[in-house]
Antibody
Framework: QLQLQESGPGLVKPSETLSLTCTVSGDSISSSGYYWGWIRQPPGKGLEWIGSIFYSGNTYYNPSLKSRVTISVDTSKNQFSLNLSSVTAADTAVYSC???????????WGQGTLVTVSS | DIQMTQSPSSLSASVGDRVTITCQASQDISNYLNWYQQKPGKAPKLLIYDASNLETGVPSRFSGSGSGTDFTFTISSLQPEDIATYYCQQYDNLPQSTFGQGTRLEIK
């Protein structure tokens, strides 16, 4: 059974970089042939796709966040990571990792982790 | 950017009711649309992909239809466990993907 689990700080100061890691179990990132993505949901609001990565390192980002986002992959640890720089309060959200099947649908999700941007 | 307009934003219905949610795209997206269910405090769950295909394991009371710009999500007979927020998601302009604003479904 495929499982994803986010980890990282729950509190980040304004102007700093938000860093999260998603650990995948039950399947190998490098052999599955799928993309792996990040999605966020500000409190009380809707879902926003942040970006996705292939095991080879090929990445796609939401244009609205592209200048601040970096997604990387570590196949040896079966993990992929999100870095979001220069954060503000508007970046406060539940951040979730998910399998981005054929870049079309998100069919497996992590439980999500709340990241608050505050001094 | 393709905008997705979901309606209604909230909905109250009785157990056994037929429930319909609509999603309208700002341009033709063919059938590149998915539907998700999100229960409070939980991650979204994929219910319908490619507008009308039921994800494995999802009850048959859930269905989707539509193509082009207008899409419909239906619960044929509302059950108490269906209380959730439902989202549509378009993926016409790969790799970009956008979600509707969600429909909060409550029991009357």
């Amino acid at each position: 059974q495929l499982q994803l689990q986010e980890s990282g700080p729950g509190l980040v100061k304004p102007s700093e970089t938000l860093s999260l890691t998603c650990t995948v179990s039950g399947d190998s990132i490098s052999s599955s042939g799928y993309y792996w993505g990040w999605i966020r949901q500000p409190p009380g609001k809707g879902l926003e796709w942040i970006g996705s990565i292939f095991y080879s390192g090929n990445t796609y980002y939401n244009p609205s966040l592209k200048s601040r986002v970096t997604i990387s992959v570590d196949t040896s640890k079966n993990q992929f990571s999100l870095n979001l720089s220069s954060v503000t309060a508007a970046d406060t959200a539940v951040y979730s990792c998910a399998r981005h099947k054929h870049l079309a649908c998100f069919d497996y999700w992590g439980q999500g982790t709340l990241v608050t941007v505050s001094s | 950017d393709i905008q997705m307009t979901q309606s209604p934003s909230s909905l109250s219905a009785s157990v056994g009711d037929r429930v319909t949610i609509t999603c309208q795209a700002s341009q033709d997206i063919s059938n590149y649309l998915n539907w998700y269910q999100q229960k409070p405090g939980k991650a979204p769950k994929l219910l319908i992909y490619d507008a009308s295909n039921l994800e494995t394991g999802v009850p048959s009371r859930f269905s989707g239809s539509g193509s082009g710009t207008d899409f419909t999500f239906t619960i044929s007979s509302l059950q108490p466990e269906d209380i959730a927020t439902y989202y549509c998601q378009q993926y016409d302009n790969l790799p970009q993907s956008t979600f509707g604003q969600g429909t909060r479904l409550e029991i009357k």
